[in-house]
């Protein structure tokens, strides 16, 4: 007689799904992370593209660094593997300039160390208790959620290092779709009232995304797409980064020092805009959103077209408030996860698509591309919610808090769904222009 296993409980086959999301979600960031590293040799690796970046090596390594405290020795109670690298990958103990001249790993320990790390985490997660109570960092699979998250965003932020680096293209992706065709209007109106803000539900949200608490939002109108390369070339054939109306006092004195008279990478020859993307030089686009645009310069922008840059509970309304319902939507378009109908995600493409694409992905108040093709810079300063608590570590997100840097919103191509939703908060010094990083404007209604 064959013994027939025992159906699993509600309880436990939650766990597996749990798992299950927790193993594709780390293995989707490990396999970014390899195409990102093994399409360079070893001196690229090594190197140091820019100030602003960390050599490539040294973000393989704090990958696997980051997975071993927290997946490894804070969730299955394991011995460390190697203690005395933990300062060398501290991200609070290094500056990104000074990390070149530190004793790091070299490419092939690094990558032998990384691999050794995901093993052992993979046995970890086959034997965590997923479900139900448990610790904080167990509970929903958080912990696995939250590694992952970190990989994906060093993952950007290695392909950032690509973007600044020198040479020929070593990373290909297919063109994003175009747009959806018909007319779109150029702004819509988002009524005013109040909207649930944050969440308290969505599982592997970070902190600085909690607690959800209503906002009373007055009615504003928002650009129905992001600014275009088109529209920003006016601003700057106007001559907007000659004209000091437009510039916060920060603003025009970054602009003045550093002779700045376009978005980053953009030069112009024989009449023509062109841009440098990932090793290609192209001509600008008109119909594809700006990008690497500071905030001073999308502030700018906005002031030289009698607008404003969104405030984050003004654009988080616009992305996630349903009036049929009154509920906040996960996503622009609802509940469901993303696909490749509704966002320009995960470094799919390699860069963003034109205004208009992705019609599937559209709030409820008819704004599109809220969430992937590029970050947009709000008005507002990076602040805790009420009641916010840091989890797991304050570093994360709390000592960040304050006026000296900007939020953005919604996510770029190159960020994975896994680290990007309608709550998702990320944050920069307004001087950023190397990051993937657009705005769309407001005014109020």
Known sequence: ???????????????????????????TARARTALLTDCVDDHELTAQHSPL?????????????QEELWLLRAVGGREAMRP??????????????????????????????AADVRGRALDVLGGAPLHGGGRPLERAGFAFGMVAQHEQQHDETMLITHQ???????????EPPGPAGGTLPAEVLVPGGPFTMGTSTEPWALDNERPAHRREVAAFHIDTAPVTCGAY??????GGYADPRWWAAEGWAMVREDDLTAPRFWHRDAGQWLRRRFGVTEPVRADEPVLHVSWYEADAYARWAGRRLPTE?????AARHDPGSGRSLRYPWGDADPTPAHAN?????????????????????????????????????????????????????????????????GGSFAVDAVAC?????????????QIFSGFRTARDA
Request: proline content about 9%; overall charge negative.
């Open 345 to 409: 995600l995960g470094q799919r493409h390699l860069r963003p698509a034109a205004a208009g694409a992705y019609p599937e992905g559209r709030s409820p108040a008819g704004a599109g591309q809220l969430i992937g093709d590029v970050w947009e810079w709000t008005s507002s300063d990076f602040l805790p919610y009420p009641g916010f608590v840091a989890f797991p570590y304050r570093e994360y997100s709390e000592v960040f808090f304050g006026p000296g840097h900007k939020v953005l919103r």
């Open 313 to 317: 509970p003004e654009w988080e309304k």
């Open 1 to 27: 007689m064959t013994d027939t296993p025992a159906p699993h409980t509600g309880e436990e086959a939650d766990a597996e799904a749990l798992r299950e999301r927790a193993l594709a979600a780390l293995l």
């Open 421 to 433: 939703r309608g709550t998702f908060r990320n944050w920069d010094l307004p001087v950023r222009r």
């Open 164 to 174: 600044l680096r020198a040479g020929e293209a070593v990373l290909g992706a297919p």
């Open 233 to 238: 070339r006016d601003f700057i054939e106007d």
């Open 53 to 65: 970046m960390s050599p490539l090596v040294w973000d393989l390594a704090h990958i696997g660094n």
């Open 84 to 113: 005395e690298i933990d300062g060398l990958y501290d991200a609070f103990e290094h500056s990104r300039a000074s990390r070149p001249s530190l004793p790091l790993l070299a490419p092939a320990e690094a990558r032998t160390y």
